[in-house]
């Protein structure tokens, strides 16, 4: 069993910054992709950012310059620090991870999401 589980979402204004955090836990043997996704109601969920086993990273372009992810592999966490942000970046952000569990089996994990967001 794996669990992710992020948090650091809440209310800003414009131009404000937050960090929002991502834990994996549980039958854990390696964590490859770690990504962060974001949705707004009746929209599809897009990524934002990835993150690579490795530290290679992407963006999609709209965030270039102000977001980044990072990672803390012996805490099994992702982070995305997220600057200038804009009311249209408004969502539920969901953390997201390709991981090997004990018994040599790669799945694809979600977080529950955390609220976004950016309003004066």
């Known amino acids: 069993q794996v669990q992710l589980v992020e948090s650091g979402g809440g209310l800003v204004q414009p131009g404000g910054s937050l960090r929002l955090s991502c834990a994996a836990s549980g039958s854990i043997v390696s964590l490859y992709d770690m990504n962060w996704f974001r949705q707004v109601p009746g929209k599809q969920r897009y990524l934002v950012a990835r993150?690579?086993?490795?530290?290679?990273?992407n963006y999609t372009d709209s965030v270039k310059g102000r977001f980044t992810i990072s990672r803390d592999n012996a805490k099994n966490t992702v982070y995305l620090q997220m600057n200038n942000l804009k009311p249209e970046e408004t969502a539920v952000y969901y953390c997201?991870?390709?991981?090997?569990?004990?018994?040599?089996?790669?799945?694809?994990?979600w977080g529950q999401g955390t609220q976004v967001t950016v309003s004066s």
């Open positions: 997201n991870a390709l991981i090997m569990i004990t018994g040599w089996s790669v799945n694809d994990y």
């Open positions: 993150i690579s086993s490795g530290g290679s990273t």
